[in-house]
């Protein structure tokens, strides 16, 4: 939801004017499982408007000490005034810093300060002045879940304009599934100790310290509120109430319930410019609905099961249902989506260098994805039929899809090589082909034969003919067309081409294309069958590996040899 005034996002407006109106409120900000230095989860980096960004790097946390101090020195003064006052000073030191390490941005914003009437400056500050006014429409009590959104927005942009984020899609449900999240989420509301059974230490740094995370669940409203609970940034496990020894077990689960809540309370709110599901809830007071249920998933009494009242689950088991009823799951549809990716955003119309990135993040999730499987605690059946699990190839190619294929080119390559096979040893696209990059098997044994035979013999087309039958036959492949060899020999006599290069950039693009698109279809044909999650994630991953190294095979092998120093001339005075 923006705002029209100064086309930036309300929420990201709301922590700014929180900060400039009461101090107190980047308490709201604090990371409180860091013992040491203050640290606060947001950061600059999350605020999609720059200048909002730079704005909150000058106030924390030496800023909102200026102002105070500014507020000391001169009482009675315009509260508003002093903070823009102290705000745009702190700018201009901040913008100094960056423009002497080389910003030119930085560099033309100091340059503007030496103006007597700067317009950019003065905007900043009237701006900053309105922020601070106690009439802006925000309360400073929610500057915590306006920095949330903030952060969401940043991390999990949305398509649709006014949707901040989006953090899973439904997949196969029922209420059973949803009664056993609840039990885990229920069992660390009543004991938040009990996350230390969920934690782990990822090898990235970057990675969350949690192996349970809100997209393996099944339900967009238990994801969100497990994003609310432990994974997310301020999330309620960090607050001091779930630590306080002065507050009952009870109190605790009502403080830890209310601030997930109205999270959800608030992250509907920004949602329902774009989105009637999340209007209708509002609508409806549905969130309080689900903190009734939250409520009762943490108390003794929880009962999942209608059906089976005299059954009441552990909540000392609560990391074992987690890895059994909700991670294991939710792995093949993970894998699904991640071969889904390579499919959508790695094939059609993208560069060979963005089906790679494409395809090593991919590989790179699927490792995340093994290592939090790894960490969690497995059952001892976990595994047990893997070793008589095969994968099943990929598909045959369905009508429709494209088959990244082009026997003409592939013709007129060879023919280009068989007169001339010493392009395969300059710079440029020859160099980089391999018989996979042609299809029909004439045209591979071909292939193979110009680069075993020497130069002079892979232009005579009976020892060329000769030597792609035998390769073929030590291969143990079909006899080859001889009426395609014999034709390519006879063009290749008869006929001008153009220079391999032309052809063989296509057919290297082809191959990587295909080789992606073999790679996703059986990862997602592998998602939809019964296998161990583990074999599963170890056979995609194979899977994609060998598709990676199609697509940087053109790029490690294109690319011109370095001149060496001795073959070039020194300029002599």
């Known amino acids: 939801m923006n705002n029209p005034q100064y086309g930036a996002p309300q929420h990201e407006l709301n922590v700014l004017s929180s900060l400039l109106r009461d101090v107190r409120s980047a308490f709201q900000l604090v990371d409180w499982n860091r013992n040491d230095e203050p640290q606060y989860w947001l950061r600059p980096g999350h605020f999609q408007t720059t200048w909002l960004g730079d704005a909150y790097e000058a106030l924390l946390p030496d800023g909102l000490a200026d102002i105070e101090r500014r507020l000391k020195a001169s009482s009675g003064a315009d509260r508003a005034q002093i903070a823009a006052d102290a705000l745009t000073a702190r700018m201009i030191s901040l913008y100094q810093r960056r423009a002497a390490t080389g910003d030119t941005n930085a560099q033309w914003a100091v340059n503007q300060a030496y103006y007597p009437h700067s317009e950019f400056w003065a905007g900043l500050h009237g701006t900053f002045r309105h922020l ?5 429409p925000a309360n400073p009590e929610h500057a915590r879940h306006d920095a949330y959104v903030t952060t969401r927005t940043a991390q999990h942009p949305s398509a649709a304009e006014g949707i901040p984020f989006e953090l899973t899609r439904p997949r196969g449900y029922d209420s059973d599934a949803r009664a056993r999240e609840l039990t885990v989420i229920g069992a660390i509301l009543s004991d938040p100790t009990r996350a230390q059974q969920i934690r782990y230490s990822p090898q990235s740094p970057d990675a969350s310290p949690y192996w349970l995370q809100p997209q393996d669940f099944g339900d967009p409203v238990t994801a969100e509120i497990w994003d609310a609970l432990i994974t997310g940034p301020d999330p309620a496990l960090a607050l001091p109430e779930a630590t ?42 549905a969130n309080q609905t689900i903190g009734a249920w939250l409520a009762y998933a943490s108390s003794p009494d929880f009962r999942p099961d209608p059906g089976a009242p005299d059954f009441r689950p552990n909540p000392d088991h609560a990391a074992q249902y987690a890895v059994t009823f ?6 093949s549809a993970a894998v699904e989506d991640l071969a889904g990716r390579v499919r959508d955003y790695g094939l059609s119309d993208a560069s060979l ?9 991919t590989e790179h999730g699927l490792g995340q994805l093994a290592e939090r499987l790894d960490n969690a605690p497995r059952t001892a059946l976990a595994g047990y039929s893997t070793p008589v699990q ?30 001339d096979p010493s392009q395969l040893h300059h710079n440029g696209p020859a160099r980089s082909l391999a018989e996979q990059d042609f299809t029909q098997p004439e045209h591979r044994y071909l292939f193979k034969a110009i680069q075993s035979l020497p ?28 009426q395609e060899l014999d034709n390519i ?6 006929v001008k081409v153009a220079p391999a290069n032309q052809g ?16 996703s279809t059986a990862v997602q044909a592998a998602a939809q069958e019964t296998l161990d999650p583990r074999a599963l994630i170890d056979h995609s991953r194979e899977q994609l590996q060998q598709a990676t190294r199609e697509a940087l095979r053109y790029h490690e092998q294109s690319v011109p040899e370095p001149t060496r120093y001795n073959t070039q001339q020194a300029n002599v005075a």
């Open 489 to 494: 020999g006879l063009a290749a006599r008869t």
């Open 455 to 482: 130069p002079d013999a892979a232009q005579d087309r009976w020892l060329l003919n000769n030597q792609a039958q035998q390769l073929a036959r030590h291969d143990g492949a079909p006899p080859l067309d001889f």
């Open 132 to 136: 601070a006014q106690p009439t802006w």
């Open 504 to 519: 063989a950039g296509s057919l290297v693009t082809m191959t990587v294309r295909r080789t992606a698109r073999d790679a």
């Open 326 to 331: 909700i991670l294991e799951p939710s792995i």
């Open 244 to 285: 306080d020894p002065n507050l009952t077990p009870q109190q605790r689960t009502v403080a830890l319930i209310q601030h997930i809540t109205t999270r959800l309370t608030y992250n509907d709110h920004h949602r329902s410019t774009g989105d009637p599901a999340a209007q209708a809830r509002l609508d409806a007071n």
């Open 353 to 361: 260098g963005r089906i790679a990135l494409e395809l090593s993040t």
């Open 390 to 419: 095969t994968a099943k190839p990929a598909p045959e190619q369905s009508e429709g899809q494209p088959s990244y294929t082009s026997l003409p080119t592939e013709r007129r390559v060879l023919i280009s090589l068989m007169q």
